[in-house]
Antibody, heavy 122, light 107 residues
Framework: QITLKESGPTLVKPTQTLTLTCTFSGFSLSSNGVGVGWIRQPPGKALECLALIYWDDDKRYSPSLKSRLTITKDTLKNQVVLTMTNMDPVDTATYYC??????????????WGQGTLVSVST | DIQMTQSPSSLSASIGDRVSITCRASQNIRKYLNWFQQKPGKAPKLLIYSASSLQSGVPSRFSGSGSGTDFTLTISSLHPEDFATYFCQQSYIAGFTFGPGTNVDIK
């Protein structure tokens, strides 16, 4: 059974750096074809994929946010960490992590965490 | 970036209705298109991957079609639990952009 759970601060101040941790079980991030992604959703708005990390440590970032994002994995701890620098009130959103299946002709998020709401405010 | 659009942005339908939602990509994404259902306060749920493959456990009334730039999600007969927001997502190029969503509510 695959599960994922996000953890981190619920409130950050503008200009601070956000660090979120995704702790997962039921799969290994060293298995071929597996990845973990971070996706966010501002209140009442659409989803936005922020970053992906694959089993082989390949990393992909949203082009518009690439300069602010870093994604890393700890295979032994079953964790993926996302850092986002220079936070702004527009970054207020629910942040999800999700399990990614990657294969020939397909890549998709099939299991999601419950999400964590992060507010950016003074 | 690949831009994703969806139409309609919202629709009202009745139980038993056949419903179709369209998703369009700004460039060819082959069949790298996924569909999600989301209910208020919940994480998205994968329905369809690779444009037309039904995710395990998803009812067969959901189906997907299309390739290239134009895609469709169809619900053959709307059930009460299907009232939700539906998002398409391209997984062809980094960014994995989502569409803006289609809200399906009760007529």
């Amino acid at each position: 059974q695959i599960t994922l759970k996000e953890s981190g601060p619920t409130l950050v101040k503008p200009t601070q750096t956000l660090t979120l941790t995704c702790t997962f079980s039921g799969f290994s991030l060293s298995s071929n074809g597996v990845g973990v992604g971070w996706i966010r959703q501002p209140p009442g708005k659409a989803l936005e994929c922020l970053a992906l990390i694959y089993w082989d440590d390949d990393k992909r970032y949203s082009p518009s946010l690439k300069s602010r994002l870093t994604i890393t994995k700890d295979t032994l701890k079953n964790q993926v960490v996302l850092t986002m620098t220079n936070m702004d009130p527009v970054d207020t959103a629910t942040y999800y992590c999700a399990h990614l299946m990657s294969g020939y002709g397909s890549e998709y998020f099939d299991y999601w965490g419950q999400g964590t709401l992060v507010s950016v405010s003074t | 970036d690949i831009q994703m659009t969806q139409s309609p942005s919202s629709l009202s339908a009745s139980i038993g209705d056949r419903v179709s939602i369209t998703c369009r990509a700004s460039q060819n994404i082959r069949k790298y298109l996924n569909w999600f259902q989301q209910k208020p306060g919940k994480a998205p749920k994968l329905l369809i991957y690779s444009a037309s493959s039904l995710q395990s456990g998803v009812p067969s009334r959901f189906s997907g079609s299309g390739s290239g730039t134009d895609f469709t999600l169809t619900i053959s007969s709307l059930h009460p639990e299907d009232f939700a927001t539906y998002f398409c997502q391209q997984s062809y190029i980094a960014g994995f952009t989502f569409g803006p969503g289609t809200n399906v509510d009760i007529k």
